[in-house]
């Protein structure tokens, strides 16, 4: 069994010889459909933290880049997550929970704010591919809240499509208390969880997540640490 030569050279630096052996046993065999790793919200949530632990650790597996999973994928895919994230470039969700290829069906737009591609992308994640879970990731320093932020503090809305962001983010900095603290970060984790809010109230999703199919969950990522934190 073949693997790339990058993940080959990545996982000799990490792990040493044995780790190839690990490496190569893990991508599986070509199917029709990936066998999905987790099919009930807790193993994917374990997965995910698992995951965010390696790469927050400098402890990278880097699953499911090689040649075998790639001809395993092109039959057919099965991702065990769905991530609603920011678009922000140090946000990459294959890289924060050390995922490969086929594992994480992702949604990205600033701010994860949700317009009526982004709520059809996830419909489609969660009814066609049967996804059972759902994290919306926030995360500090986000540019996108802060310009709701400063749009609150101003008063100046900025036009155009950028306009149309801050707009729809807007209404949780409004309704975020400003404690004295850090309010651009009390708005990402109020902005993380309110988009949380609005997937399981949404008439297309409730339902799945009423039957238990589904759970949606918000969380943030610290740029500083690596870690993903879990707000609900
Ligand atoms: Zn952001």
């Not at 769905?82 to 086929?102: W, Y």
């Not at 008439?203 to 690596?226: K, Q």
């Amino acid at each position: 069994m073949s693997i790339s030569r990058r993940t080959a050279l990545r996982t000799s630096l990490v792990t040493g010889a044995s780790g190839l052996l690990l490496a190569g046993s893990a991508v599986g065999t070509a199917a029709a459909d990936p066998t999905p790793q987790a099919t009930d919200a807790d193993s994917a949530l374990k997965l995910l933290k698992q995951g965010n632990r390696r790469w927050r650790n400098l402890e990278q597996h880097h699953p499911h880049e090689g040649a075998a999973r790639r001809a395993e994928v092109a039959a057919g895919q099965s991702p065990f997550a769905l991530i609603v994230a920011c678009a922000d470039s140090r946000v990459a969700p294959e890289l924060v929970f050390d995922r490969g290829l086929g594992d994480l069906f992702t949604v990205r737009s600033a701010g994860q704010v949700l317009d009526e591609s982004v709520l059809g992308s996830i419909v489609y994640g969660v009814e066609h591919l049967h996804i059972p879970l759902i994290v919306v990731v926030g995360h500090s320093s986000c540019g996108a809240v802060t310009a709701a932020v400063e749009a609150h503090e101003t008063g100046q809305v900025p036009g155009g499509h950028v306009g149309y962001l801050v707009e729809q983010i807007l209404p949780v900095v409004e309704a975020t208390p400003d404690d004295g603290g850090d309010f651009v970060d009390a708005c990402v984790s109020a902005n993380a969880l309110h988009i949380a809010e609005l997937l399981r109230d949404d008439p297309e999703l409730s339902g799945h997540v009423a039957s238990g199919a589904l759970r949606v969950v918000a969380a943030r990522y610290e740029l500083d640490t690596a870690k993903v934190n879990y707000l609900q």
